[in-house]
């Protein structure tokens, strides 16, 4: 786990906002759709944007909640910002939401939904097993997804799972 530093209150400090006000895990995931302040939002999250920081990263249990229901915003663009995010936790929630994100109608989403289900490398501690709902779904968008980029990175994560691709 990265260390978050706390205040006297036990809020973590890097989940403050301007002036030292404490930012909620759910404020922190909308402001995931504004580019403007995005790394620093994803620090406040997980506390690190870099791929070295992100294998390592663990969250606390209000964070990963809020990136869950963050599969469900109406904004496409936090959705994808929660897979992104969610694909370094290896938690089996974050397995939930990362499947429900296989039904989402962006493509770019489910793309990357596919991508989080089958990357060993983003999540080192990870064992690899799959709910059985995560692995009928990828093989349904692989066979019949109607876009292509979708069906490929369903296919290239079907084959990791399979010991069949590299990572």
């Given at each position: 786990?990265?260390?978050?530093?706390?205040?006297?209150?036990?809020?973590?400090?890097?989940?403050?906002?301007?002036?030292?006000?404490?930012?909620?895990?759910?404020?922190?995931?909308?402001?995931?759709?504004?580019?403007?302040?995005?790394?620093?939002?994803?620090?406040?999250?997980?506390?690190?944007?870099?791929?070295?920081?992100?294998?390592?990263?663990?969250?606390?249990?209000?964070?990963?909640?809020?990136?869950?229901?963050?599969?469900?915003?109406?904004?496409?663009?936090?959705?994808?910002?929660?897979?992104?995010?969610?694909?370094?936790?290896?938690?089996?929630?974050a397995l939930t939401a990362l499947t429900a994100a296989l039904g989402d109608p962006v493509?770019?989403?489910?793309?990357?939904?596919?991508?989080?289900?089958?990357?060993?490398a983003c999540k080192p501690s990870w064992d690899g097993i799959l709910p059985d709902a995560?692995?009928?779904?990828?093989?349904?968008?692989?066979?019949?997804?109607?876009?292509?980029?979708?069906?490929?990175?369903?296919?290239?994560?079907?084959?990791?799972?399979?010991?069949?691709?590299?990572?």
């Amino acid at each position: 786990m990265i260390p978050l530093c706390t205040s006297e209150k036990g809020v973590p400090l890097a989940r403050r906002g301007r002036y030292g006000l404490p930012v909620d895990p759910q404020t922190l995931v909308k402001m995931l759709a504004h580019r403007p302040g995005r790394l620093d939002t994803i620090r406040r999250l997980v506390g690190g944007v870099t791929a070295t920081e992100l294998r390592r990263a663990r969250v606390d249990q209000p964070t990963l909640d809020a990136l869950a229901e963050g599969v469900h915003d109406p904004d496409s663009r936090v959705r994808w910002w929660c897979v992104q995010l969610l694909d370094h936790l290896d938690d089996p929630l974050a397995l939930t939401a990362l499947t429900a994100a296989l039904g989402d109608p962006v493509p770019r989403v489910r793309r990357n939904a596919c991508h989080a289900l089958g990357c060993l490398a983003c999540k080192p501690s990870w064992d690899g097993i799959l709910p059985d709902a995560a692995t009928d779904k990828l093989r349904q968008l692989a066979e019949a997804d109607p876009n292509a980029k979708v069906r490929a990175e369903a296919d290239r994560a079907l084959g990791r799972r399979r010991g069949d691709a590299a990572p």
